[in-house]
């Protein structure tokens, strides 16, 4: 890679663990596992590291790279002449527009971001200037989580070079406290369902968007009308606990639990609600979930399993267990 010596002299010891968390759009996601997972499985061979791609139906995946720091600069060399190289077999939008750079945004504990900006900015200056990446820390955190985004755009070889300089900067400067890691979702956590009416939710849960209306338009199959938050009842978070129940068809049950139970944690996590499945009753075709929680907790983890399930072809029959 040309330039590769430039800056280097606080490389790490390649012997040492490097885990490096990277935030990609799906088109990029399906890039990287290319046709069968042939690519990945490339890149796994010939790298050496381990690489592994969040899973989930959502715009956004995390890819995380875990090895020597020799194999995860190796494998995120890969990654980044297969973008390029998509980015060349693009057609063009018009004469002579020049196609745009490679980027990557990696994902990094708020508590390491200080060291790489530098004080008044003097590190993350050095690295622009010696590697020839644009270089950019977002100053809000990722949504649920203590970490930030860290962009890095340029060709390839300037990319391979400042991801070695960040990666050196973090290595010594260890995260301090707890890590909240980001988790994408379908960013939907702003719209609720309730009698085939959506609202939005004030909050952390922010306004929604014109896009995630859409999705959600494209999930539950219909358009959605919706409310101002200022006249549904009954969303105080603070007002007493009560309970929802739904029923959940059989061939949807398994997709809402997920593997080893991850979706139904991350619906928890995401709505601040109790969830239960019951068992499956013999003969029958559907299973009981109840939900506890404040109304906005029910709310949310009902439109969450809702929104799930109906993205894995089907719907549900929601009966009301208030109060039980």
């Not at 504990?109 to 900006?117: E, F, K, N, R, V």
């Not at 755009?153 to 290595?171: E, F």
């Not at 707890?178 to 009416?197: C, F, R």
């Not at 939005?200 to 014109?210: C, D, F, K, L």
Request: with cysteine; net charge neutral.
């Amino acid at each position: 890679m040309s330039g590769s010596d430039a800056g280097l002299e606080e490389e790490p010891e390649l012997s040492i663990t490097l885990t490096l968390r990277m935030l990609m759009h799906g088109k990029e996601v399906g890039s990287i596992i290319g046709k069968k997972g042939e690519t990945v499985k490339r890149i796994r061979e010939q790298s050496s590291a381990r690489i592994t791609i969040s899973e989930g139906s959502c715009p956004e995946r995390i890819t995380t790279i875990t090895g020597s720091t020799a194999a995860v600069f190796h494998a995120v060399s890969m990654i980044a002449f297969k973008l390029d190289e998509d980015l060349c077999a693009a057609p063009a939008n018009g004469g002579n527009v020049s196609r745009p750079p490679v980027t990557l945004r990696l994902v990094i504990p708020a508590s390491q971001c200080g060291s790489l900006i530098g004080k008044a900015g003097t590190k993350i200056k050095e690295i622009r200037e010696t590697t020839g990446a644009q270089v950019q820390v977002a100053g809000d955190l990722l949504p649920n989580s203590t970490e930030r985004a860290v962009t890095v755009s340029g060709v390839p070889d300037a990319i391979i070079l400042c991801v070695r300089q960040i990666c050196a900067v973090i290595l010594e400067s260890p995260p301090k406290g707890a890590t909240i890691p980001y988790h994408p979702s379908l960013s939907l956590g702003t719209v609720l369902l309730s009698a085939n009416q959506g609202f939005s939710v004030q909050g952390q849960y922010g306004a929604v968007t014109p896009a995630e209306v859409t999705k959600l338009q494209q999930l539950s199959g219909h358009a959605v009308p919706f409310a101002s938050p200022s006249v549904v009842p009954g969303l105080d978070p603070g007002t007493q606990t009560s309970s929802q129940e739904f029923l959940v068809p059989n061939d949807l049950i398994g997709c809402v639990i997920g593997r080893q139970g991850s979706k139904i944690s991350e619906i928890r996590q995401m709505s601040g609600a109790h969830i239960k499945i019951g068992n499956q009753a013999e003969g029958a075709g559907e299973r009981h979930v109840t939900i506890t929680g404040s109304p906005v907790s029910i709310a949310l983890a009902q439109y969450l399993i809702t929104a799930w399930a109906a993205s894995r072809l089907g719907g549900l029959h929601c009966q009301d267990g208030s109060g039980q």
